[in-house]
Structures are given as C-alpha cells and as structure tokens.
C-alpha cells in the first residue's frame, strides 16, 4: 500500500494533523508526518514533493494556517493528489486558510476540506488509496456502516431525552 504524507506548515498545526494521523492508524495506512514551510523551508517543501511518488507515497495532507501556501506549493510540484487542510489562524479564524488553499489556479488542484478537518482529510485519503485497495474499501465501508448505526442509536433515544 502506498504511503500518506502529512505536512505541516507549522508543529503549531499538531493538533490539527494529529486527527488524520489517529483516523489513518485505525485504517491501517502508513503514513509519515514533516513540518515544512512554504515561505520559511520552500526547497524542502519542493523536493519532498518531487521525490514523494518515488518514496512510495500517493496522497499528501497539507495542512496550514494564514497563507496556506503550503499546499498548493506542493501540488506545484507533484501529480499526486494533495489535500489542503486549511488550519485556524489567529486572525480570521481560518478563512484566509480557507480561501488561499481553496482557490488555486488552473491546473495546479488541490482538494481542499474544512477548517481543522484533518479527519476528513484522512477519509479522503483513504478513499483515493482505496480504489486500488479492496480490503482498505472494505474498511471504510465498516466504518461507514458503524457510523451510520451511532447515529441510529442517538436517534432511537432522543424521544427518552426530551
């Protein structure tokens, strides 16, 4: 199985990642976790992405707040799918974040998830790897299904609560 990589453009975005790292393990997907910048690491940023196919790598997270340039500077360098996570910033609550990972130029995609959504942003993983994967399919249709039971159960007792 190919590997996910997660990079940050900050150790202030952990919180953040450490949500798709949990989700990833329970999945059973290999993964490894850098911090580079953008604007501080770009050389980096650039040859992580370069190599990342050739590293056994076949979706990269990047997750940054503010300028968020981190993911679209790796995509720059990549025909892997890269998923921007825009982290929350101090000064827009996360829509600069939003907007400048959302809004790439043709050509350059990044698929871009919610605000501190690195949960989501392991599930979309998974799913890439999975359409060549038949038991990591599997495991996310479990997951689905136990998804959908917890929210059954809720609903089942909601009556005794109000």
Do not use: W
């Not at 604007?39 to 992405?49: L, M, N, V």
């Not at 942003?121 to 998804?147: F, G, N, P, W, Y």
């Amino acid at each position: 199985m190919r590997k996910v990589a997660i990079i940050m453009g900050s150790d202030s975005d952990l919180p953040v990642v450490e949500k798709a790292a949990k989700l990833l393990r329970e999945l059973e997907i290999p993964f490894e976790a850098h911090v580079y910048s953008a604007h501080r690491t770009p050389e980096q940023a650039r040859d992580f992405a370069l190599c990342a196919r050739e590293n056994g790598f076949g979706v990269i997270l990047a997750a940054a707040g503010m300028a968020a340039h981190l993911a679209g500077a790796i995509a720059a360098n990549t025909t892997l799918p890269v998923i921007g996570i825009p982290c929350k910033g101090p000064a827009l609550d996360g829509m600069d974040a939003l907007l400048s990972t959302v809004q790439m130029p043709s050509g350059i995609p990044v698929a871009t998830v919610g605000i501190n959504n690195g949960a989501n942003a392991a599930l979309l993983a998974a799913e890439i790897l999975a359409v060549q994967d038949a038991s990591l399919a599997e495991k996310l249709r479990a997951r689905r299904l136990a998804d959908r039971k917890a929210v059954l159960d809720k609903d089942a007792g909601i009556g005794e609560r109000l």
